[in-house]
């Protein structure tokens, strides 16, 4: 069964970081391409960034020097570090595989929510 598990959010100050886990399971990250992507209430979902299968990293422009995506394949595990955060940038976080940026769709995990207050 293919499953992916975000975990790491939580309530963090403007200008804080934190760092989001998306552990995969019945399938191997090695030379996949996966993504992230998020959810602010009431808004639709938005592409964050991505990783191809080769490593190479894409990143949306509001978020363009501030996120980093990383992989551990011993662990079958992707992040997502996040610093600078802006209020902005609060949203539910999902990993997702498979997914299509024409119709915003793919397997995604449960998410993790990510809210940025003072």
């Known amino acids: 069964e293919i499953k992916l598990v975000e975990s790491g959010g939580g309530l963090v100050q403007p200008g804080g970081s934190l760092t989001l886990s998306c552990a995969a399971s019945g399938f191997s990250l090695s030379n996949r391409a996966m993504n992230w992507v998020r959810q602010a209430p009431g808004k639709g979902l938005e592409w964050v960034g991505g990783?191809?299968?080769?490593?190479?990293?894409y990143y949306t422009e509001a978020v363009q020097g501030r996120f980093i995506i990383s992989r551990d394949y011993a662990k079958n595990t992707m992040y997502l570090q996040m610093t600078g955060l802006k209020t902005e940038d609060s949203a539910m976080y999902y990993c997702?595989?498979?997914?299509?940026?024409?119709?915003?769709?793919?397997?995604r995990g449960q998410g993790t929510q990510v809210t940025v207050s003072s």
């Open positions: 990783i191809n299968g080769a490593g190479a990293k």
């Open positions: 997702a595989k498979d997914f299509d940026m024409r119709t915003m769709t793919g397997t």
